[in-house]
C-alpha cells in the first residue's frame, strides 16, 4: 500500500515536471522580456524614420534617482531598459499608432569605474530574459550617438512619469 501511494507521488511529480518543461519551452518561443517587465516607466518614444515606437523603463536605482532628480550623474547601480516594437496601426482605431512585432531590447548599466571609458555607462541588450554586455566595438558605437548628450550624462531620456 505504501509503495504503490509512492509510485503514484512520484508519477504525478513526473507529470508536474514534463509539463513545467513544455509550459517554459512554449514561452522560449516568444520574445521573452525579462525582469524588466517589472520596472517603472521613465518616458516612451515614437521614431519616425525607423518607424518603432518605444518604452524606456528604469531598474529601482533609476526610478529613485529620477524622483529625487538626482541624474546629473544618475548613481551607479542604474539601469535603463530602452524596449522597442515595430509601429502598427490600430485594427479598429487609424488614427492610432500602436506596438505591433516585437523590435529588440537595449540597455544602458551605470558603473562609473567599470565602464569609465564610456562615460560610465555599459552598453548592452537583452538575449530572451538575459541581459548581455556589448562588446567593446559595438558599445563604441552606442556612446558616440549618446556622446552630443554628455551634458546630461549621456542620456537622451527626460522621464516624465516620476
Ligand atoms: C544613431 C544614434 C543612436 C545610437 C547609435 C544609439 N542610440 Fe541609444 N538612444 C538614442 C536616442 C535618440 C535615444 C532617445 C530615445 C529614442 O530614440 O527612442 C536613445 C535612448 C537610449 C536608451 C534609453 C536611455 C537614454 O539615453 O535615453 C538606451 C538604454 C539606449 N539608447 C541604448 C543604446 C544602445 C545599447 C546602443 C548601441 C547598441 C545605442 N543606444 C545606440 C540614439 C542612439
Same mark, same amino acid.
Given at each position: 500500500m505504501k509503495n504503490a501511494s509512492t509510485a503514484a507521488l512520484l508519477l504525478a511529480a513526473a507529470a508536474f515536471t514534463t509539463a513545467t518543461t513544455l509550459h517554459a519551452e512554449t514561452q522560449a518561443a516568444k520574445p521573452v522580456h525579462g525582469e524588466y517587465k517589472d520596472w517603472s516607466t521613465l518616458s516612451v518614444s515614437h521614431r519616425l524614420d525607423?518607424?518603432?515606437v518605444r518604452t524606456i523603463l528604469g531598474n529601482d536605482v533609476a526610478i529613485k534617482a529620477a524622483r529625487a532628480g538626482n541624474t546629473k550623474p544618475w548613481p551607479d547601480g542604474t539601469v535603463f531598459a530602452k524596449v522597442g516594437w515595430k509601429e502598427k496601426t490600430h485594427p479598429n482605431?487609424? +488614427?492610432?499608432?500602436v506596438p505591433g512585432e516585437f523590435a529588440g531590447a537595449e540597455a544602458m548599466v551605470k558603473d562609473s569605474k567599470k565602464f569609465a571609458e564610456t562615460g560610465g555607462w555599459g552598453f548592452g541588450h537583452w538575449e530572451g530574459d538575459k541581459l548581455v554586455m556589448n562588446d567593446k566595438e559595438k558599445s563604441a558605437t552606442c556612446f558616440a550617438c549618446h556622446t552630443p548628450m554628455k551634458?546630461?550624462?549621456?542620456?537622451?531620456?527626460?522621464?516624465?512619469? +516620476?
Open positions: 525607423k518607424q518603432l482605431w487609424p +488614427q492610432a499608432v551634458d546630461n550624462d549621456y542620456v537622451y531620456t527626460v522621464p516624465v512619469l +516620476q
